[in-house]
């Protein structure tokens, strides 16, 4: 990814859920925030209740590709964490890619939407 580091620790997390904005879909929550940056820090987050390490997996490599798939589409200088929802283990890569992107739009972290273009 090119404009993209992980986003690791436990701290960076709890501030991006106490401070950051957040949008909801049926598939995955996005929360953001800018960071002061000239890049993107990306976190994915799939609990335990959406089945075994394989399952898990499987949707964080989803997300993972939809986000490097998408990347050069959002501005920089954001951290985001994408958290899985349950319906995230039933639904196609079609649904939760189209998912992802109506919640990057809705918070406003697309190139389109920070340059201030209406939607």
Sequence with gaps: MKFTNALKKNHEFKRLYN????AASQCAVVYCRKNGSAENRLGITVSTKLGKAVQRNRIRRRLKEI??????KLATGY??????RMKAKFSTY??????????FRKLK????NSAGGKV
Excluded: F, P
């Excluded at 986000?67 to 050069?72: Q, S, T, V």
């Excluded at 939760?96 to 992107?101: N, T």
């Design 94 to 103: 079609q649904e939760l890619e189209s998912s992802a992107l109506s919640l």
């Design 79 to 84: 951290d985001i964490v994408v958290v899985a």
């Design 19 to 22: 401070k950051g904005k957040s």
């Design 109 to 112: 972290i697309t190139k389109d």
């Design 67 to 72: 986000y490097r798939l998408n990347e050069e």
